[in-house]
């Protein structure tokens, strides 16, 4: 059975870091990668990474300030959130898919995980 495990979410303030984990268990994909939905609004790409850290897509929101990363042997994917803003408030998903190399496209995805929230105060 797949899952995607996401750990590290919580409330900072603006201008902080957070770091976010995913572990996935069950087989491994070709792309992981992180999503967010902040409430009212519809799920948004925020990075994703293909199996050779060469293939990397960003959104151009948080293009220079996150980093997304993946450990193969451990089948996790990691975001590093820097230079934080109340605009990141959101539910952070993990996705993985064997579809699409490092997609933006939310439906290029078939496993999600349950979501971590990441709350930035101004």
């Known amino acids: 059975q797949v899952q995607l495990l996401e750990s590290g979410g919580g409330l900072v303030q603006a201008g902080d870091s957070l770091r976010l984990s995913c572990a996935a268990s069950?087989?491994?994909?070709?792309?992981m990668g992180w999503f967010r939905q902040a409430p009212g609004k519809e799920r948004d790409f925020v990075a994703a990474?293909?199996?050779?850290?060469?293939?990397?897509n960003y959104a151009d929101s948080v293009k220079g300030r996150f980093t997304i990363s993946r450990d193969n042997a451990k089948n996790t994917v990691t975001l590093q959130m820097n230079s934080l803003t109340p605009e990141d408030t959101a539910v952070y998903y993990c996705?993985?898919?064997?579809?699409?190399?490092?997609?933006?496209?939310?439906?290029?995805?078939?496993?999600w995980g349950q979501g971590t929230q990441v709350t930035v105060s101004s």
């Open positions: 996705a993985a898919t064997n579809y699409g190399l490092a997609s933006r496209n939310p439906g290029s995805y078939n496993y």
């Open positions: 069950g087989r491994t994909f070709s792309t």
């Open positions: 990474v293909g199996w050779s850290w060469s293939n990397t």
